[in-house]
């Protein structure tokens, strides 16, 4: 598999991941009609869902994991820093989405640098 197409098909895959936090936020966390249907039936699995992310939103779960993730990675060198990188990023974009924009922006910034950070030559 060429560069260009691993390229390619990250930046879709970020894209793809990146819509469907905003349609977890816009359909699940900020509908109103989950409001009315939580307070009747909260043993649902959609009112545990919400529920559980809320918690995780106001204790700033997500954002922390990508945070601390992004610091790792950017530290270890070769493949796993890189794949670490990747994981922080997929972890950012949820976490900049969902109200922790403070944290996630700076983990998002850490795991591109990473990502695009040269290898280093030994010899």
Do not use: K
């Amino acid at each position: 598999m060429s560069r260009r197409f691993s390229l390619l098909l990250l930046l879709v895959a970020l894209a793809l991941w990146l819509a469907a936090s905003y349609g977890l936020r816009f359909a699940l966390m900020e509908n109103g009609q989950w409001v009315g249907l939580c307070v009747d039936e909260a043993q649902r699995w959609e009112c545990r869902l919400r529920s559980g992310l809320g918690l995780l939103i106001h204790f700033r779960v997500i954002a922390w994991s990508a945070l601390l993730t992004a610091l790792v990675a950017f530290f270890v060198p070769g493949r796993v820093g890189w794949g670490l990188a990747l994981v922080a990023l997929f972890l950012a974009l949820p976490a900049l989405v969902l109200y922790s924009a403070s944290l996630a922006v700076f983990a998002l910034v850490i795991a591109a640098l990473r990502l695009v950070r040269a290898p280093r030559v030994v010899g």
